[in-house]
């Protein structure tokens, strides 16, 4: 699978408006220490974890699918954090084909859950949700936490991680399946046949587009500005 859409930080021109980011330091339990940053806005409704594409193929926390929900999102009031999977950036650890990243989307979870916990203004803190893209969709998808609200997978191509072992499919919490209409790795066709029996499981189809999403950033932000909003 290629997600070399995804290339490089340095190209990735994001946006046309800032955002205030700051530095975190998730732990995985197996000890190794990730590369994250958040987004944080005042007052912020919701939090999102943003998991990034396969690493083997050029996707990292820069991607510009990535950068622009990371930007985005905090724009319309839900907070943002965006991390590298180990082994890539300055993450700790080496590449495990799907596995131990597990550990780091757990780690990233426990982080955005503390930030909420610390940022909120109320009794309750935002929910937490996690949108992982590609492989981070199938990752994203394999790991429960106690402190998430609902999943997304983006274009998540259902092999990377067995369906039948994802956390989130028998979950009772919303899930939520934005599918490329012209996706190279899983049709939408398919991705209803998998996970058909899948627990509280929306499925969307992203008109126009295939797999890497160029030109559709705004629609996938716009999705799930909707979703988050009705949890």
Known sequence: MNDAENSGRASTPGPPFAVEAFAVAPTASDGVVLEAEAAWPEGATAAVVLSHPHPLYGGDMWNPLVDHLFRALPASGIATLRYNFRGTGSSGGS?????????????????????????????????????????????????????????????????????????????????????????????????????????????????????????????????????????
Do not use: C, Y
């Open 95 to 231: 590449h495990d084909d799907g596995k131990a990243e597990q550990l780091d989307a757990a780690a990233a979870f426990d982080a955005a859950v503390g930030l909420a916990q610390e940022r909120s203004s109320t009794a309750a803190a935002a929910p937490v949700v996690s949108a992982g893209w590609s492989f981070g969709g199938d990752v994203s998808l394999a790991t429960t936490h106690d402190g998430l609200s609902a999943w997304i997978g983006i274009a998540a191509p259902l092999r990377i991680v067995d369906p039948a072992s994802m956390g989130a499919a028998a979950d009772p919490r919303p899930k939520l399946l934005l599918v490329p209409q012209h996706d190279q790795f899983r049709s939408p066709a398919e991705a209803a046949e998998i996970t058909e029996s899948w627990t509280n499981t929306q499925r969307a189809v992203i008109s126009g587009g295939d797999h890497f999403l160029m030109g559709h950033a705004r629609a996938v932000g716009e999705m799930i500005g909707e979703f988050v909003g009705g949890l």
